[in-house]
Nanobody
Framework: QVQLVESGGGLVQAGGSLRLSCTAS????????MGWLRQVPGKEQEFVAA????????YYADSVKGRFTLSRDNAKNTVYLQMNSLKPEDTAFYYC??????????????????WGQGTQVTVSS
């Protein structure tokens, strides 16, 4: 298992920006693909973005494509989700996750099994 700690959430007006960070413990961070999910009470969890071990390949949900950018710094064991042009519908609890089975980008794979505590993002209209 890998321990994940998110930060950077908060309250922002529509059109604004936030950057979420997720720092992992341990020396095996580079082995894992990393991702972000979000959850709104009463709605289905959404896989927002993911990145492979090297940062050369990324995935974005259609709802955030063109507005969110996911990157990673393996030297710092950290991934960053830059969120621009935020909309009220982006309001959610955001979780960082790691694919413990592979460093390749397999969004629908079975390996997403380590989760952070999450951070709240609220976008006001």
């Amino acid at each position: 298992q890998v321990q994940l700690v998110e930060s950077g959430g908060g309250l922002v007006q529509a059109g604004g920006s936030l950057r979420l960070s997720c720092t992992a413990s341990g020396r095996t961070f580079i082995r894992y693909a990393m991702g972000w999910l979000r959850q709104v009470p009463g709605k289905e969890q959404e896989f927002v973005a993911a990145i492979n071990w090297s940062g050369s390949s990324t995935y974005y949900a259609d709802s955030v494509k063109g507005r969110f950018t996911l990157s990673r710094d393996n030297a710092k064991n950290t991934v960053y989700l830059q969120m621009n042009s935020l909309k009220p519908e982006d309001t959610a609890f955001y979780y960082c996750t790691a694919d413990l089975k592979t460093g390749a980008l397999v969004v629908s794979g079975p390996g997403w099994g380590s989760w952070g505590q999450g951070t709240q993002v609220t976008v006001s209209s």
